[in-house]
């Protein structure tokens, strides 16, 4: 995920973040114009059950992505003489945009970076980081999922100063 802030200031953070799910889409497309044009040709009977089983295969993983990933994420807080506002808002393919979660910064209480190492191929690990806001009461919100530390930690100093708050693991 590209993370972007709109607008920054002392009182005042937007920032947003774009996801690569056009990207998987347009690239599932692709692969499935390939696997046709590769298998339409062969003079094979079961070329048909090829074509249509890899294209149920790509359609339904394309069909997933798009109701599990959104497009993009934006967030905003900001903070007034008396108290302030956070929220969290998705854009989805199909569903459109829909507000994740909105908090009065009187109820949150400290942000927190969670970091993590996964584990890649040839058994090379990468570091990951997500951001949460832990709140006076409830369960913790989930402000930014998995991404580069470093974007991860940037966006929680610029929000904990806006929000004035504390900011912990970074």
């Not at 690990?125 to 409830?138: D, F, H, I, K, Q």
Request: charged share 20%.
């Amino acid at each position: 995920m590209e993370i972007a802030f709109t607008e920054e200031g002392h009182k005042l953070v937007n920032w947003e973040g774009r996801t690569s799910l056009i990207r998987f889409e347009v690239g599932l497309l692709v692969a499935l114009v390939a696997f046709v044009a590769l298998f339409a040709p062969s003079p094979g009977a079961l070329r048909w059950w090829f074509i249509g089983g890899g294209s149920v295969v790509m359609l339904t993983v394309g069909l997933y992505l798009a109701l599990t990933m959104p497009i993009l994420e934006q967030g905003m807080l900001e903070r007034y003489p008396e108290g302030g506002v956070a929220y969290r808002m998705q854009r989805w393919l199909f569903r459109g945009q829909q507000m994740a979660w909105e908090l009065s910064l009187d109820n949150l209480n400290v942000l927190r970076v969670e970091f993590c190492d996964f584990e890649g191929l040839g058994g090379a690990t990468y570091s990951m980081a997500r951001l949460w806001v832990l709140l006076n009461e409830g369960e913790p919100l989930l402000l930014l999922d998995w991404n580069d530390p470093q974007k991860v930690c940037a966006l929680g100093t610029v929000l904990a100063k806006a929000a004035r708050r504390p900011l912990e693991g970074a």
